[in-house]
């Protein structure tokens, strides 16, 4: 199989790769999915800005024209930011089609691993991750994201799970899939907008280099899968449990009552919510997905030097 026909990584990137530095991938459902123009724009932007000045190289990634591009240029960027939920959404299962059509696709927490481990990159910072959606005992309605987690060697930096999902069943699921859920410096899950859950994490490290030392151990052993990171949201961005609980409750519910489901429910219930809260869920979005840059930068940082 010629790789080259499905893979595209840009110069930049594949230097850093060849040379052993460290780069960070970055997703691109979170640009045309996740938030709204121009936001979307600046703030993959300001991500990439800040995973440099923490000293890697990002690898935003997305699929161009039938192409897993790996290192997106600004121009890409604009593109899937403006073009926003007329871009497919791609999880594994588009990518036959996608890829065999020419099409572009925007790349979820799923298909940024597969694209980032076609091109040896290690390390991915996002801001949350796909999981067990409430009611999804009847639903069935479990993200791609958790298989994969379970299956490509990827490291994913996140602020842990939103409760648009259920996060108990979420980390019952991880938990059966094996793979390591670790708490930045919190032994408390963190709930992406707020600290506090409830739900513990497997294991609480302190360090980047902790981190960095714990999968290493997993690529060493090649124990296939990831290992989720999750990092609470700075103090001074965070949310009131109360008042984004309310407001999730009610994305919920209208959700419902309109049958949204499948691969809309997810964009659908970050649009509502970023609207019932005129736009305080997104402040606190922006934020934390820089935070999760940071120390993606710092953990590659710490891999690339072992
Ligand atoms: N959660 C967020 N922001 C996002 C997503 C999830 O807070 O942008 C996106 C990610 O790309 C993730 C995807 O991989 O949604 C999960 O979609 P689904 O629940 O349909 O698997
Ligand atoms: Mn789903």
Redesign the pocket.
């Known amino acids: 199989m010629n790789l080259d026909r499905y893979l595209n990584v840009s110069p930049e990137v594949k230097a850093a790769i060849a040379a052993g530095k460290p780069v960070v991938a970055l ?1 691109s ?2 640009i045309s ?2 938030m709204p123009y121009p936001q979307n724009v600046e703030t993959a932007l300001n991500v990439e800005r800040i995973v440099r000045e923490n000293g890697a190289v990002p690898a935003t990634i997305a699929i161009i024209q039938g192409k897993i591009t790996v290192g997106c240029t600004h121009e890409q960027i604009e593109h899937l930011g403006k073009k926003g939920l007329a871009v497919t959404k791609a ?1 594994r299962r588009d990518l036959p089609v996608l890829l065999s059509r020419g099409e572009d696709g925007a790349t ?3 298909t940024t691993m597969i694209g980032a481990a076609l091109a040896g990159i290690r390390v991915f910072a ?5 999981g067990v959606h409430r009611g999804a005992e009847t639903t069935m309605d479990i ?3 958790l298989e994969e987690l379970a299956q490509t060697q990827v490291l994913v930096v996140c602020a842990g799970a ?1 409760s648009i999902l259920d996060l108990g069943l979420t980390l019952e699921y991880l938990e059966t899939k094996g793979v390591p859920v670790i708490g930045y410096r919190t032994k408390e899950l963190p709930a ?1 907008y707020t600290t506090h859950s409830g739900f513990q994490v497997d294991y609480r490290l302190d360090t980047p280099g902790e981190i960095a030392e714990a999968f290493a151990v997993k690529l060493d052993l090649d124990l296939p899968g990831g290992m989720l990171v999750t990092n609470p949201i700075p103090d001074e961005y965070a949310m009131d449990l109360d008042y984004i609980n309310r407001n999730i409750d009610a994305a919920i519910a209208e959700a419902e009552s309109l049958g949204i489901h499948g ?1 809309e ?3 659908f219930l ?1 649009d509502k919510i970023q609207k019932l809260t005129g736009g305080d869920s997104l402040k606190a ?1 922006i934020q934390l997905v820089y935070n999760n840059a940071r120390l993606g930068a710092q953990i590659a940082t710490e891999l690339a030097g072992r």
């Open positions: 997703e459902t979170i999915h996740g999880s979820t927490v799923t996002t801001g949350g991750v796909g993200s791609a994201d939103k992406f691969k429910t997810t964009p970050l979005n």
